[in-house]
């Protein structure tokens, strides 16, 4: 069993009141790379394979785990699949990764009905956990699943938002499966309690009694950002890893028809390991969106549309063509004089050079230098904020501005980047970097 090396959590910037919403142009895919990319940032990191699970993928009949393993710089011999479904599909990806190695990343847009509990309860969010050889910040110690049929929450595909059936009814079915399962899980890891328990389950009833059904030591918690579909468990998961000390055990509960569970014990290096920024500072960073605004997203009501044409389809062609730059944000670099293109290019625009090497931009920072506020620019979420961006290191390009606070933008301003979705055009999504204020989300 491999061992636990690093974990991530990626958390919207945008509140519906305390909900986590995910901005327009987020979706599961944009979300994952977001959760995932911190793991690899520092390079020398061996990924045998990508498991993405979700419930919301962004393509039906298309590997959405490409897009995301383009965008991460893997290797081309690094399997990459999708998992789709509800948050068992999560979990397969947990067990294979945990098995064989590789990096599983979950992450889900929760959609309800306006006014519903689904709207309320429900967040979007992301997760990655990496498995390798060595050691890491928590040992896997045992797995255990229940399988069950019943109907408790379902969603048709054609349809936006789910359906869930009495919870009393979800709460009869998922409580002796919860308990067995937690038993053997305990079991194949030889303990007889743990210290903290991290329980993923749509049903309310299930979350509300969750300490009666089974009970860590020093804590027993769900998933901090609300119901998150296929992302539930792995979040429940990050926050405990965000505040547990050295030795601790953790058992990870996923009643999703039926119930997984995984046993960790974390290790002396997880207190210097731990995500950069934890959930709790993540949720504290939001800001709020107008519920008309969100629904508009969602695609639940039609809001007056931008006077102007609607971006033309992508073509796969120059997509494939520019696939390192437009997914991997990667440019070139002149190997005579040192000459950075932003864009890559094949001849050096300073020394006429054709000798390049790869100068990836993603993992960087920059600073503004100019930007412009287009109120009107086809965009699903006016203004369009456009900055031309200094990057470290060298070379300049011009992006949009992903979630912008323009009273906070400014010549100077520090910024990250962003794998976002530009716009979707006759079905097909338009995927490229965009820049985020580094004093946010």
């Not at 979700?54 to 298309?62: E, F, I, L, R, V």
């Not at 499966?177 to 937690?182: D, E, F, G, K, S």
């Not at 995984?262 to 207190?271: G, K, N, Q």
């Amino acid at each position: 069993m491999n061992a636990l090396l690093g974990y991530s959590a990626y958390v919207p910037s945008y509140r519906l009141d305390r909900r986590v919403v995910a901005g327009y142009d987020e979706d599961s895919t944009t979300m994952a790379v977001a959760a995932a990319a911190p793991l690899l940032a520092g390079g020398g990191v061996a990924v045998p394979a990508l498991y993405f699970a979700t419930s919301s993928p962004a393509y039906a009949d298309k590997t959405n785990a490409c897009a995301i393993h383009a965008a991460l710089r893997l290797p081309d011999d690094v399997l990459a699949t999708d998992l789709c479904g509800t948050g068992r599909s999560a979990f397969a990806g947990i067990r294979a990764a945990a098995t064989g190695g590789g990096l599983a990343v979950a992450a889900d847009i929760r959609v309800g009905r306006p006014g519903s509990a689904d709207e309320r309860s429900g967040g979007d969010g992301a997760a990655a956990l990496l498995f390798g050889d060595g050691p890491g910040i928590a040992e896997t110690l045992g797995f255990a699943s229940r399988t069950a049929e019943f109907l408790d929450r379902w969603r048709s595909p054609a349809e936006p938002t789910g359906q869930q059936w009495e919870e009393r009814f979800g709460y009869e079915s998922y409580a002796p499966l919860i308990r067995v399962t937690a038993a053997a899980a305990l079991d194949a890891a030889g303990l007889a309690d743990v210290d903290h328990v991290a329980l993923a389950c749509p049903n309310a009833g299930i979350l509300k009694r969750a300490a009666t059904l089974v009970k860590g030591q020093k804590s027993t918690v769900s998933a901090p950002v609300g119901f998150c579909g296929s992302a539930d468990a792995t979040l429940a998961l990050c926050a405990v890893l965000d505040t547990a000390e050295p030795g601790d055990t953790i058992l990870v509960l996923s009643a999703v028809d039926g119930c997984d569970a995984m046993v960790l014990r974390t290790t002396e290096a997880l207190p210097s390991q731990r995500q950069s920024r934890s959930i709790a500072d993540q949720l504290d960073a939001g800001r709020p969106v107008a519920q008309l605004t969100y629904l508009s997203w969602r695609g639940l009501v039609t809001m007056e549309p931008p006077r102007r044409p609607e971006p033309d389809r992508p073509a796969a062609p120059p997509a494939g063509r520019t696939a390192a730059w437009k997914f991997g944000l990667t440019g070139s670099r002149c190997t005579t004089c040192s000459f950075v293109h932003l864009p890559p290019m094949r001849v050096c625009r300073s020394c006429g050079a054709e000798e390049m090497t790869d100068f990836p931009v993603a993992t960087r920072t920059g600073t503004v230098a100019s930007y412009t506020v287009d109120h009107l620019a086809y965009s699903p979420s006016p203004p369009m904020v456009q900055a031309a961006i200094d990057v470290y290191g060298g070379g300049r390009c011009t992006l949009e501005v992903a979630d912008p606070r323009i009273e906070l933008l400014a010549v100077g301003t520090g910024v990250g980047f962003r794998f976002r979705r530009l716009f979707t055009a006759a079905g097909i999504h338009d995927y490229f970097w965009k820049a985020v204020q580094l004093d946010g989300q």
